[in-house]
Nanobody, 118 residues
């Protein structure tokens, strides 16, 4: 935990947007391009859940509650992972974690807080 460093969290009103960023500079480009990239979140008193994931050559996954509102993306050249979050709702309030799984190593960030007010 703590090998990645997410940013972009904050306090936003319902209906607003945030873009989370996750630099993966520790991971060489050729490995990153073949890795599974994901965003998880953990709300108070709840288990960590997978929000979105993507892998080159495979379909992108979104948990049902964020479909149509969140978009996961990657920029291999910049070694960045993003989560664009639109139409945020109070139930999206959680700590959001970036995850990069190379198949041999599982990288995690410390998390960034997202708080959505009603």
């Amino acid at each position: 935990q703590g090998q990645l460093m997410e940013s972009g969290g904050g306090l936003v009103q319902a209906g607003g947007s945030l873009r989370l960023s996750c630099p993966a500079s520790r991971i060489i480009t050729s490995v990153l391009s073949g890795s599974t990239l994901a965003w998880y979140r953990q709300a108070p008193g709840k288990q960590r859940e997978l929000v979105a994931s993507t892998r080159s050559g495979s379909s992108t996954y979104y948990t049902d509650s964020v479909k149509g509102r969140f978009t996961i993306s990657r920029d291999n050249a910049k070694k960045m992972v993003y989560l664009q979050m639109n139409s945020l709702q109070p139930e999206d309030t959680a700590v959001y974690f970036c995850n990069v799984n190379t198949g041999q190593t599982d990288y995690w960030g410390r998390g960034t807080q997202v708080t959505v007010s009603a």
